[in-house]
């Protein structure tokens, strides 16, 4: 592996990114001296014509490839960041024969990164980008735990194993969903579904709902909120899981109790205070002398309503 080359005209300059500190300098380069890296945790398909129109329209790439010299290919460079954007360009100069984007321009770091430090580079690169939250993040976590494992992905995300294992649940999930509208909304469809209380969201459930979005019988997040009020009603739930449509199921759902009013509903409510309150909670805290006079004067109040309602 050779150190790229570097002259006076391109000097080095220290690029911090999260806790790594780059030494790069910036060159133009032949499009094939760039060589993708295979061990990248976004996935899915990098041909973009909105992309080949942006690069078309700036007669070239605007924003340089982050690469780093090749550790297993002399005088070959490797991408850190930027993948898509070479891609596209190598679609413009193969597909549609245009060698005036051949040129690229790139910025090179003095060393090949190790793995970790390239996953940590790449991730702080693209958390900046609006994508990140939109739909990247998920699809990154999955794609990270394929690469190093649950605990180093989780270390490098900055989130608790729980909390990838969540991500990665929600890709998996927008992964089932193969009907939609706009495919790339997905992402945002999985995560309303897994909102749901995991409680109610029983395998048989998740497939039944999956089926539904993929059917087109649920088409947009005011179904979603509807699907909480059915799942929390035990014979509207397995109407649903029988296949039956979900505005017929909500006709199935067990109307709400109607709030009492006057003493019938102020007894109500304080049998319900009543309830919250955990006994051995009450115990721990020790005497409480003016609690305890408050207690006895509602006793005698209730103790007299009964005999005057008997």
């Known amino acids: 592996m050779s150190v790229p080359m570097m002259t006076a005209e391109h000097p080095w300059q ?4 999260g806790r790594t500190i780059l030494r790069t300098y910036r060159d133009t380069r032949d499009l094939y001296d760039v060589v993708p890296n295979p061990r990248q945790p976004r996935m899915g398909p990098k041909e973009d014509l909105e992309l080949q129109r942006q690069i078309e329209a700036n007669e070239g790439l605007f924003e340089p490839l982050l690469v780093e010299p090749h550790p297993d290919v002399d005088g070959k460079l490797r991408i850190i960041d930027g993948d898509r954007r070479w891609t596209n360009s190598k679609i413009l100069i193969e597909l549609h024969k245009k060698d005036q ?8 770091t003095d060393r090949t990164l190790t793995d970790d430090e390239r996953l ?51 890709y998996e999930l927008s992964e089932k969903l193969t009907n939609l509208p706009e495919p790339g909304a997905s992402i945002t469809w999985a995560r309303e579904i897994k909102n749901i209380n995991k ?23 005011k179904d979603i909120r509807k699907l909480r009020v059915v799942l929390r009603d035990p014979v509207a739930r397995q109407k649903f899981v029988d296949g039956e449509s979900l505005n017929h199921v909500l006709e199935a759902v067990a109307p709400p109790p109607e709030k009492k009013s006057g003493l019938a509903g102020e007894l109500e409510q304080l049998t319900t205070a009543l309830k919250r309150h955990s006994w051995t909670t009450l115990l721990e805290q020790g005497e409480n002398p003016q ?11 209730l103790k007299a309503l009964k005999r005057v309602l008997a």
Do not use: C, F
């Open 120 to 170: 940590r580079v790449w991730i702080y690169i693209h958390r900046q980008r609006k994508e990140w939250d939109a739909k990247e993040k998920e699809m990154v976590a999955y794609g990270l735990v394929d690469i190093v494992g649950r605990a180093s992905a989780a270390n490098i995300l900055g989130v608790t194993v729980r909390e990838l294992d969540k991500l990665v649940e929600v």
């Open 101 to 108: 984007y051949r040129h690229i321009p790139l910025e090179i």
């Open 291 to 301: 609690l305890l006079e408050q207690v006895e004067e509602a006793e005698k109040l």
């Open 199 to 221: 409680t109610l969201l029983t395998p048989t459930v998740l497939e039944t709902i999956v089926q539904k979005v993929n059917e087109n019988e649920i088409t947009n997040s």
């Open 14 to 17: 220290e690029r911090r990114l």
